[in-house]
């Protein structure tokens, strides 16, 4: 546990080739940093639900 290690990144597997990739930082609680990744995660299922194409 040292200071050093205040980010950290999250890798969460949305799409067979995608990588949503967050960087969190300590300064912040772990539960703003969690519940930010979980609206990630909400916005990328919403995309994903509706397979919008660009």
């Known amino acids: 546990m040292s200071e ?3 980010k950290f ?3 969460d597997r949305v799409e ?3 990588l949503l990739i967050l960087y969190c ?3 912040y609680s772990r539960e703003f940093n969690f519940s930010r990744i979980h609206a990630y995660k909400k ?3 919403y995309l994903k ?3 919008l194409n660009a």
Do not use: E, R
């Open 16 to 18: 067979k080739n995608c």
């Open 25 to 27: 930082d300590d300064k």
């Open 4 to 6: 050093k290690q205040s």
């Open 49 to 51: 639900t509706n397979k």
């Open 9 to 11: 990144l999250i890798y």
């Open 43 to 45: 916005q990328l299922s």
